[in-house]
């Protein structure tokens, strides 16, 4: 399975961006992983699909990120509020079956940059 996203940028402190990501076929769970320079590759949010839809969140992001999921369409879309600062990095869409475990699954999209910054 193929993943694309787009979205990203440059926004101020306290502003807002949604990051999306469609899959070519169909996949068990989506999400983003996220790395800043320095660190490590992060899970930020992950979600199943369908009417019964799994969630998780980094501590980090909860209350000011939100994943949703389209089964028909295979995309997943990330909606980032009250961005910070430290939400700067290299934003990736992942998949795979054990995603929603934390687990990265073997299907990437291409990195988009977010960066927080006045």
């Known amino acids: 399975v193929q993943l694309q996203a787009s979205g990203g940028g440059l926004v101020q402190p306290g502003g807002s961006l949604r990051l999306s990501c469609a899959a070519s076929?169909?996949?068990?769970?989506m999400g983003w992983f996220r790395q800043a320079p320095g660190n490590q590759r992060e899970l930020v949010a992950a979600t199943t699909f369908g009417n019964n839809a799994i969630t998780r969140y980094a501590d980090s992001v909860k209350g000011r990120f939100t994943i949703s999921s389209d089964k028909a369409e295979n995309t997943v879309t990330l909606q980032m509020n009250s961005l910070e600062a430290e939400d700067t990095g290299v934003y990736y869409c992942n998949g795979g079956l054990l995603l929603i475990r934390g687990i990265p699954g073997e299907s990437w999209g291409q990195g988009t940059e977010v960066t927080v910054s006045s």
């Open positions: 076929g169909s996949i068990f769970s």
